[in-house]
């Protein structure tokens, strides 16, 4: 997962607080947080690797698996990332919107497992 990671310039810069380190050193500077949840009677595994810096705003890397390796699936920018269920228990990626004091407005995008990775489904404006 550090490896897939450690590809984007804009991750790796984020965790190095650098142009550039070494991907050890790189590694060393995330952590990584599983989630178990169920999709059709199957364990779906969800990990969100974020860098130990925190920020308002940080990047985040979602892989996911259904029991095989984990598979990329994006790198989210913002302020979070949570994982849950929608009503019908599907699983569910929530993005929270870059937090920006000079601009008010916020919103969250919310991605559902299809059965092999997370779709976009929707923007969901918050009101204040």
């Known amino acids: 997962m550090a490896e897939k990671l450690y590809a984007d310039a804009?991750?790796?810069k984020f965790v190095c607080g650098s142009d550039s380190c070494l991907e050890?050193?790189?590694a060393k500077g995330l952590q990584?947080?599983?989630y178990d949840?169920?999709?059709r009677g199957?364990?779906?595994q969800v990990c969100l690797v974020e860098p130990i810096l925190t920020a308002i705003n940080l990047y985040t890397g979602i892989f996911a698996t259904q029991g095989?390796?984990?598979e990329f699936?994006?790198?989210s920018y913002g302020s979070g990332v949570t994982v849950s269920v929608n009503k019908a228990r599907v699983p569910m990626i929530v993005e929270y919107s870059v937090s920006d004091p000079d601009n008010p407005d916020y919103s969250l995008n919310q991605y559902l497992w299809n059965g092999s990775a997370f779709i976009f489904?929707?923007?969901v404006p918050q009101r204040n």
């Open 10 to 12: 804009d991750m790796q």
């Open 24 to 26: 050890q050193d790189f």
């Open 32 to 34: 990584f947080n599983q």
């Open 37 to 39: 949840e169920s999709f």
């Open 42 to 44: 199957k364990k779906l």
């Open 68 to 70: 095989g390796d984990f």
């Open 73 to 75: 699936q994006f790198i």
């Open 121 to 123: 489904s929707r923007n």
